[in-house]
């Protein structure tokens, strides 16, 4: 059993060296944000994704779109470091580091953010305790001392500003009671106090109105930097006509099976998931 | 308030960055040289116990009568608690620090017990003790040392050990102790009231507020000893006092028996505010060892307008059971019940409260919050009981569950009883539960599994941590944390 699992890592670090996508080792490989290489994974046993190879640069936003059951939810949870989900194969490297080595919290502290599907209730924890312990965290993590109590409230009221979310959602506690779309806006504020390297959205725009949908796309793009990096995993078209990709991949079956540029989700939006299925099952019989 | 918060969160902040293993970290063992007596229960011992004291007459009459009823009682059977047998031949009812001359300075104490108390955090030192919290330090049976005795003696208010209240104010003794809890109460109060050792006594006279904290520290450290203190508080008209107490105990494989008896009155228009943070030892995570805490705790509010407020977080113990409880005789007093309680492990607990509405516009809160983890099993058990008289009482009550895992238990039985009409009572229950997705949430923006059981466990907690003297809040926090510990994951 451990001698295979030797003999797979062996065989990934090669490939690593050799692949030309994926560059050289050090300083060039810290120019790219993530690499994800072949990756393999399962839950309780079945398998989900079936070899992703994925490579996202700084300032890029990348689309991740593809029909129900596709595993994009799968891929986020990898990436954001869930326990349920088993790594069988495959290497993911962010920034250089080899990030399936890392707890979740390192994960975060080390710049990436998950915007969940469906934000998680913790009731009696109010939201500027919750927020402050994990700024916090983060910059005990780069070395810098907590932030006093005055500027962190001032810091929570210019980005509750900067995505138009309801000032007295901050003092009740996190996500409880929330409508769906102040679960999602709260995800999107979040995101703006911490600042993320690379932020991955999960079906963030699932169940918004127009103007929530609004607020969650314009909290992407004032947040956008050249340094920063966003995945946004979506099953329709309609948040990108607010957030403008740099590539969209569809991911069919554990598979990304096209990857293109802004034009391809409106492909996707006009033409449906169906002629995709028939690609790929037409280039399997073939 | 706003001060308070921001140095209760900075203090919060210490504290998680502060913890980073879950051992019970007071389960060390002193050696210091201890007088005890055989083992085992008889007249006999009771006599002995009270001539090592050289106790007056009536105070040995009054252990033989709880003795002999005693004999006539049988452990309660009705807690939800499955409780081993217990050989009360196997027991050491008395021990205590042997050389134990007067103590005049601190420097008089046994080094080796001054050692134990610092390892605690407890300063016996009231020069270097800038808290401002008056100590009484109870170990195993014996009062070792009281902390500003004389500052308070100033004022009028008496603090000091049982033992020393018996042959200085045998008056205030003999006219208040057994007026709330009578010998006859209850298995494990009378068995106190034939062997107890000593103790805490205070007295607040008329008109004064007592300008400090008052606290009582025990500590049980000698093997197969059994602890029985006896704490008698009044507060006399007008007066106030806030009162703590905390305990700890070694680390051992068999399990060490405690029954304490507490007992409050309160004058007219007298507020006493009782707080406990109990941390006995709980015994190891396969459940062997541990304290057996059996506990009577009660309050007469005897004036009008008179208030008695407990505050309790119970992380200790194998076995707890205990209700601290309000008899709300003067008419408009008041009763509080303020509770936290930790099951991890292999722990138990059955523990709530009594409210006795006997005067008009009487009125009641209970907020009970029980926490279990692992194995451990949680009962709330209260009573509030109008009596026919008690027009216009008032009683409000919330109890909470929270569950860490699937292996634990909470439990509610809550007792009504009301015999008036314009009386109203309320009762509010939850159940929730710690989830992996709470903690995985917490984990994705960068808070440690520890951190986050702390935030989520703290949060839930808060209503009855806020109640606690500023001190004990900061204690009560850190203690909660380590006690749930690895229980998530």
């Known amino acids: 059993m451990g001698g295979k699992n030797q003999g797979k890592k062996i065989k990934v670090i090669e490939t690593s060296r050799i692949s030309p996508p994926l560059g050289g080792m050090g300083g060039k490989n810290k120019s790219i944000m993530l690499i994800i290489n072949n990756l393999k994974a399962s839950i309780g046993g079945k398998s989900i994704l079936k070899g992703i190879t994925l490579e996202v640069k700084p300032g890029e936003i990348h689309a991740i779109m593809g029909p129900n059951g596709s595993g994009k939810s799968t891929l986020a949870a990898v990436l954001a470091g869930r326990e349920f989900v088993e790594v069988t194969e495959g290497t993911v490297t962010y920034l250089g580091k080899n990030l399936l080595d890392m707890s979740a919290e390192d994960r975060a502290k080390e710049g990436i953010f998950l915007g969940f599907q469906y934000p998680i209730e913790i009731p009696g924890v109010s939201m500027v305790n919750f927020m402050k312990t994990a700024v916090n965290e983060h910059r005990k993590h780069k070395g810098l001392d907590p932030l006093s109590a005055s500027d962190f409230l001032k810091l929570m009221r210019d980005k509750k500003e900067l995505v138009e979310i309801d000032s007295k959602l901050a003092n009740r506690s996190v996500n409880e009671g929330f409508s769906g779309g102040e679960k999602k806006k709260n995800e999107i504020f979040q995101m703006a106090m911490l600042e993320p390297r690379l932020a991955i959205l999960d079906e963030t725009d699932s169940g918004l109105d127009i103007d929530a949908l609004r607020v969650v796309a314009n909290g992407v793009n004032k947040l956008k930097r050249p340094d920063n990096s966003f995945i946004v995993i979506t099953h329709y078209q309609r948040l990108l006509d607010y957030i403008v990709p740099d590539v969209v991949h569809v991911l069919y079956d554990g598979r990304i099976v096209k990857t293109a540029g802004k034009e391809l989700a409106l492909e996707l939006e006009e033409k449906g998931y169906d002629w995709i299925k028939k690609e790929v099952e037409n280039n399997v019989l073939s | ?489």
């Open chain 2, 1 to 489: 308030m706003l001060l308070k918060n921001n140095q209760m969160e900075k203090d919060q902040d210490k504290i998680l960055s502060d913890v980073t293993t879950g051992e019970y970290k007071y389960g060390f063992y002193s050696d210091i040289e201890m007088e005890r007596i055989p083992k085992g229960l008889s007249e006999e011992v009771v006599r002995i116990i009270s001539a090592k004291k050289n106790e007056p007459e009536w105070l040995l009459d009054f252990r033989l009568k709880a003795y002999k009823h005693w004999l006539t009682m049988k452990m309660p059977a009705w807690p939800n608690l499955k409780i081993p047998e217990i050989d009360y031949k196997e027991i050491i009812f008395y021990a205590a620090p042997k050389a134990r001359p007067v103590l005049n300075s601190i420097d008089d104490i046994d080094p080796e017990l001054r050692k134990t108390f610092d390892k605690l955090g407890i300063p016996l030192t009231e020069q270097k003790h800038l808290s401002g919290v008056a100590v009484d330090a109870v170990i195993d049976s014996v009062s070792v040392k009281t902390t500003f005795k004389e500052t308070l003696a100033e004022m009028g208010i008496i603090f000091c050990s049982f033992s020393d209240a018996v042959k200085e104010y045998p008056e205030l003794v003999k006219r208040y102790m057994g007026s709330v809890v009578p010998y006859t109460d209850n298995f494990f109060a009378s068995l106190n009231s034939a062997v107890f050792s000593d103790g805490s006594f205070c007295y607040i006279p008329k008109g004064v507020r007592c300008p400090m904290e008052l606290s009582t520290y025990f500590r049980i450290n000698s093997a197969n000893t059994g602890q029985f203190e006896r704490t008698l508080l009044i507060a006399d008209e007008e007066s106030y006092v806030s009162y703590l107490e905390g305990c700890t105990a070694p680390s051992r494989d068999e399990n060490q028996l405690h029954a304490a008896i507490v007992e409050i009155i309160a004058e007219k228009n007298a507020e006493v505010k009782y707080s406990t943070v109990q941390n006995w030892y709980p015994g190891n995570k396969e459940g062997l060892g541990g304290v057996f805490n059996f506990v009577t705790k009660r309050g007469m509010c005897k004036g009008e307008n008179s208030k008695i407020s407990w505050t309790q977080i119970e992380t200790g113990s194998a076995i707890t059971w205990k209700y601290p409880s309000c008899i709300l005789r003067g008419d408009n007093s008041t009763g509080e019940f303020y509770s936290v309680a930790v099951t991890n492990n292999h722990q138990q607990a059955d523990t709530g409260t009594k409210m006795i509405h006997i005067g008009k516009n009487t009125k009641s809160t209970i907020v009970s919050k029980g926490i279990s983890a692992g194995h451990g099993q949680n009962s709330y058990r209260g009573l509030v009981k109008v009596l026919k008289n008690a027009s216009n009482a008032r009683n409000f009550s919330q109890c909470d569950s929270l569950l860490l895992g699937d292996k634990c238990g909470a439990h509610t039985f809550p007792y009504l009883e009301v015999d008036n009409q314009t009386a109203i009572v309320e009762h509010e229950a939850t159940t929730s539960k710690i989830g992996e997705d709470q903690i995985f949430y917490c984990n994705q923006r960068g808070i440690s599994t520890e951190d986050a059981i702390g935030l989520i466990v703290n949060g839930y907690a808060r209503e009855v941590i806020n109640k606690l003297p500023m001190e004990f809040a900061v204690e009560a926090q850190k203690l909660l944390q380590i006690s749930l510990e690895g229980s998530v994951g």
